[in-house]
């Protein structure tokens, strides 16, 4: 009951989503921060200015934001609109990027086509391709499609750090804790032409291949 109050009232949510957002600026500003580019990502977005589809898997979502340090433009991130959400809309917000609510059971189809006009703009977007709920590491058909119909290519984004607390839920988040090293592994962007499950396959395997390199959190 307190839970729903608090994700009820916008206030403590604005509230919470603040506190969020300072414990993010603790953890970062002590922590060693690594972020490592493939070539080609780093030509499309330094060189070319593309718009580039970000995919991190759900439990990585802290992380979202240190995509600023890579690309200085407004990223639209993809959040559920379901009332958990809210305060980490907030604290996304407070990091200079763009919060674009729906999933789908709702707001899907409006939040899929803002993405695309975004892509359209040459904006970048970014995406959890297994959230809101889940199951972890299954990647879903949305996320595809936008790649697909846009043109536009994902790059799969993976995250490690040296100290983390994992939370129970359903896809283990990972909360990284102050004087971390954190390293951040941008992959080769995915023109994805094959078939929805090939291309679903691909994305899941090139996220996991990139734990590889970074490291996976403990």
């Not at 970000?54 to 990585?60: G, S």
């Not at 604290?91 to 006009?117: C, D, H, I, N, P």
């Not at 995915?190 to 996220?207: G, K, P, T």
Request: charged share 20%.
């Amino acid at each position: 009951m307190k839970k729903r109050t608090l994700l009820n009232n916008r206030f403590l949510a604005s509230l919470a989503g603040a506190v969020l957002n300072g414990y993010g600026e603790l953890v970062f500003r002590t922590s060693r921060i690594r972020i490592q580019a493939h070539p080609d990502t780093l030509q499309l977005v330094r060189d070319q200015g593309a718009a580039v589809i970000y995919a991190f898997w759900h439990r990585h979502a802290f992380f979202i934001s240190l995509l600023r340090r890579f690309d200085r433009r407004r990223v639209a991130v993809l959040l559920s609109s379901h009332r958990d959400a809210q305060i980490v809309a907030v604290a996304v917000r407070l990091r200079g990027m763009e919060v674009v609510e729906g999933s789908s059971t709702r707001g899907g189809l409006q939040a899929y086509r803002y993405l695309r006009r975004a892509l359209q703009q040459c904006q970048p977007v970014c995406i959890t391709p297994d959230g809101p709920k889940g199951p972890a590491e299954l990647v879903k058909s949305g996320a595809i499609l936008l790649a697909q119909q846009s043109g536009c290519p994902i790059v799969p984004v993976s995250v490690s750090c040296s100290r983390s607390y994992r939370l129970r839920s359903w896809d283990r988040s990972v909360l990284p804790l102050p004087l971390s090293r954190v390293v951040m592994q941008l992959g080769e962007p995915l023109w994805l032409h094959d078939s929805l499950v090939d291309s679903q396959e691909l994305l899941a395997e090139r996220l996991r291949q990139g734990a590889d390199l970074a490291g996976e959190c403990p």
